[in-house]
C-alpha cells in the first residue's frame, strides 16, 4: 500500500509540473505591453540618467512599443540601444507577467573629474572616459593640467 501511494504521488508531480508550465506558457501569448517601467538601481550613488529620461527615450525611438503583445518586443534591441548612453554601465530589459516592460540600470560611478586645457570629463572605476553631464556633477577628486593620455588609474 505505502509503494503504490509513493508511486501515484510521484505521477501526479510528474504530471503537475507540465499542465502548470502550459497554462503560462499560453498566458503569456497575447499580453500587450502595458507601460515601460525604469529602476535606476544606484540613483542614490549618482544621478546622471533618471528613470523617466531614459522611459521616454526607449517611447520615443520604439513608438509602437506600448499596446503592442510583449512577445514581438525586442528586448535584447532595446538593451543595446540603452546601453549606448555613456552613463550607463549595465542594463537588463525584461517583462513581467502583468504586461509591464521593466528596465533596471545601473550607471557608471565616477571617480576623479579631469579638466584638461579646453575640455573637462570623467574618469570611471573602469579607468574609461566618461562625458560630463549638465542635469548632474558628481563629488569627486579633481584633477587639472596637460595630462597627455598619461593618466594611470590603480
Known amino acids: 500500500m505505502k509503494r503504490l501511494r509513493k508511486i501515484l504521488l510521484w505521477a501526479l508531480l510528474l504530471l503537475y509540473f507540465p499542465i502548470m508550465l502550459s497554462f503560462v506558457g499560453e498566458h503569456t501569448d497575447g499580453v500587450v505591453c502595458r507601460d515601460v517601467v525604469v529602476t535606476v538601481l544606484d540613483s ?20 509602437n512599443t506600448l499596446g503592442k503583445e510583449l512577445n514581438s518586443v525586442s528586448m535584447f ?5 540603452i546601453k549606448k548612453h555613456p552613463a550607463i554601465k549595465t542594463c537588463e530589459v525584461y517583462q513581467t507577467i502583468g504586461g509591464y516592460l521593466r528596465v533596471d540600470l545601473e550607471q557608471h560611478l565616477p571617480l576623479i573629474r ?7 570629463y570623467y574618469i570611471d572605476e573602469d579607468g574609461q572616459e566618461m562625458p560630463v553631464f549638465d542635469n548632474f556633477s558628481a563629488r569627486v577628486l ?3 593640467g596637460e595630462l597627455d593620455g598619461k593618466m594611470m588609474i590603480y
Open 142 to 144: 579633481v584633477v587639472s
Open 77 to 81: 534591441e532595446i538593451e543595446n540601444f
Open 114 to 120: 579631469v579638466f584638461e586645457n579646453t575640455r573637462t
Open 44 to 63: 542614490a550613488d549618482t544621478r546622471f540618467v533618471t528613470g523617466t529620461e531614459i522611459r521616454e527615450a526607449v517611447l520615443g525611438k520604439y513608438k
